[in-house]
């Protein structure tokens, strides 16, 4: 039974499937203190989180059964991700259930700016009829500047040219055929500062973007502008926001989000000009339908070990090249594993080369599937989020290369693992009708299916050394289902792989390993 803990308010109906799932059972409590989060944390497969739940490294660690960590909604930077990927958590979000939401809301605020409608409305209600202090702005031939043209800006920038605005966009990644497409001018940052009649952003909150607009962007600004923040609290800066607007250069500020939420009574809402609601961005009911649908589904997909799309630290796959990598996954994973049982000694590097038709594709995710089965040898808890960042910390080089000559095979996947005291190389290829061989154990040649119970056996090609192992084999009760000798030259180097019917015991490793022509033995089990 999976455990799957929601701890800020979602739709009902978006996580109905969770709800109805007899694999499931869902644990709703909201308004957590950090210390019960902490505790309801522990038993949980998976945690369901909007933008309240704090969900820092240190919940992370409570949650020593978490697989997955969902999102309901875009902005992931109350999940500690570094931590999450580390422990080798899935963390998932839903980034196009509340985009429309989103930019409506953006787009409400900037007519209530223009318009001063949520001050016109309390005058109004308090008895008042102040018609000469309210008096606004048109949108009609203004400019709109939007930093970050992702989807809620781009929703928002079709709104704003439907109001007959000019929208002047700064994006990092917006091309130019992308902007003439959408419709808007692309621009610089300073650009965007510096002509804007209104400023609304529309990024992530992440290192770079955190103060983006600072004291320095406000003096740059035309007098009498207005912002907007429906993304995250800490994008402008707060105190510089203040400041502008005390000595006039803004003239109107609208914030859904701030640096802490919730603000209580912040400064800034002691300015006339600046208007308020609390992070409503995605609260409607269609996002938050949307949202925890998309979530749900995610995070039922990753526990119940199905493929899944959103992942937050894992790169995104596109489905074409998912299909085209999916018969080699198993493949892929068991080389690893028995390359890096085969090895001896303190691993120090993994260098897998894709020859033939693999060479012609993106095979990034097969590399970490096999860097997965690696190092699942050397350390426990690990899977494909955090097998690269494992192999970083512990100062483990990993190489891909790619190689278009076929040797006869239509495909290789080739791995080689090099060690403090050695290296060993494992070439495999699906081979038609047949599923996944080995077909290269360093230079021998063999055919070997990676599964089960094998024995590797380095040996002196000697007369007699066949013979004797299975003599030895058969006294300890263990069955020989199939074998393969591989050798360069008579007499010289040679090996043998054993394809054995159950788990070797110790005392049989050290049986064959008083063979004189013996080298090594090595058990691999897959
Ligand atoms: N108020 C609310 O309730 C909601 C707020 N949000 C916030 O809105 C943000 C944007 O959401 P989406 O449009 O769905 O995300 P998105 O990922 O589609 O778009 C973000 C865009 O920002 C751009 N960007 C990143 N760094 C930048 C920089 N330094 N300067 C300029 N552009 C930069 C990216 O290239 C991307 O195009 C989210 O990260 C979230 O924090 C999202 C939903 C609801
Ligand atoms: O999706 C986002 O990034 C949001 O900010 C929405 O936040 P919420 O789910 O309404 O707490």
Same mark, same amino acid.
């Given at each position: ?44 497969? *998976? ?11 240190? +919940? ?10 969902? %999102?309901?909604? @875009?902005? #992931? ?10 422990? $080798? ?31 016109? /409305? ?13 008096? !606004? ?15 809620? $800006? ?6 704003? %040219?439907?109001?007959?605005?000019? #929208? &002047?966009?700064?994006?990092? /990644? ?19 500062? *510096? ?5 609304? #952003? ?24 207005? @912002? ?19 000595? !006039? ?41 949307? +949202? ?6 995610? +995070? ?55 020859? !033939? ?8 995710? &097969? ?6 089965? @690696?190092?699942?040898?050397? &350390? ?17 080089? +990993? ?37 996944? %061989? ?13 599964? !089960?119970?094998?024995? &590797? ?29 591989? %050798? ?39």
């Amino acid at each position: 039974m999976h455990r799957v803990l929601i701890t800020d308010p979602l739709s009902n109906h978006g996580i109905e499937q969770l709800l109805q799932a007899e694999d499931v059972e869902v644990i709703q409590k909201t308004d957590l203190t950090p210390e019960q989060l902490l505790e309801e944390v522990k038993e949980a497969d *998976a945690l369901l989180v909007r933008s309240q739940t704090q969900v820092t490294a240190e +919940v992370i660690a409570a949650g020593k059964r978490l697989q997955a960590i969902g %999102r309901a909604g @875009v902005g #992931v930077d109350n999940i500690d991700i570094p931590a999450a990927t580390s422990r $080798g958590i899935v963390v998932v979000n839903a980034p196009d259930g509340n985009t429309v939401s989103t930019a409506e809301h953006t787009f409400a605020m900037l007519i209530s700016l223009a318009r001063n409608i949520p001050q016109g /409305y309390r005058s109004t209600v308090q008895g008042e009829w102040n018609r000469k202090q309210f008096v !606004g702005v048109e949108l009609n031939k203004k400019t709109l500047g939007i930093v970050g043209l992702g989807r809620i $800006g781009t929703e928002l920038s079709k709104r704003a %040219r439907a109001f007959h605005m000019k #929208v &002047l966009a700064f994006d990092p /990644y917006l091309t130019q055929e992308r902007a003439q497409k959408i419709g808007v001018t692309q621009a610089t940052l300073d650009e965007v500062i *510096a002509q804007s009649d209104f400023i609304t #952003v529309h990024t992530p909150l992440t290192k770079e973007t955190r103060h983006l607009i600072n004291r320095d962007a406000f003096n740059r600004m035309k007098d009498g502008v207005r @912002v907007i923040n429906c993304a995250r609290g800490g994008i402008i800066d707060e105190e510089a926001l203040a400041e502008a607007i005390r000595k !006039g250069k803004v003239a109107g500020a609208a914030l859904d989000v701030f640096e802490t939420e919730p603000p209580g009574h912040h400064p800034l809402f002691d300015f006339p000009q600046v208007i308020a609601t609390p992070h409503l961005g995605a609260s409607t009911r269609e996002a938050q339908e949307n +949202v925890a649908i998309d979530v749900a589904g995610e +995070v039922l997909h990753i526990l119940r070990g199905e493929p899944f799309k959103n992942a937050v630290n894992l790169p995104s796959i596109p489905a074409e090249l998912q299909e085209k990598l999916r018969p080699y996954q198993t493949m892929a994973e068991k080389l690893g594993s028995f390359a890096s049982q085969a090895a001896e000694g303190a691993l120090q590097e993994v260098t897998v080369s894709f020859s !033939g038709e693999l060479a012609e594709w993106d095979t990034a995710p &097969l590399t970490r599937i096999i860097l997965k089965g @690696v190092l699942s040898h050397y &350390l426990s808890d690990v899977n494909y989020v955090n097998a690269p960042h494992l192999a970083k910390e512990r100062g483990v080089k +990993v190489t891909e290369q790619k190689i278009s000559k076929r040797h006869g095979f239509t495909h290789l996947i080739r791995i080689h693992i090099a060690t403090d005291t050695g290296e060993i190389a494992i070439t495999g290829a699906l081979l038609n009708g047949l599923g996944p %061989r080995i077909v290269r154990i360093d230079e021998y040649s063999v055919d070997v299916e990676p599964a !089960g119970h094998q024995l &590797l056996i380095q040996h002196h090609d000697r007369p007699g050394a066949i013979g004797r192992v299975g003599t030895i084999l058969g006294d300890h009760d263990v069955n020989i289902a199939a074998m393969q000798v591989g %050798r360069r030259d008579i007499g010289g180097r040679a090996i043998m792989m054993l394809h054995v019917d159950k788990a070797v015991p110790e005392a049989l490793l050290e049986a064959l390993e008083q063979l004189d022509e013996i080298h090594r033995v090595t058990a691999i089990d897959l």
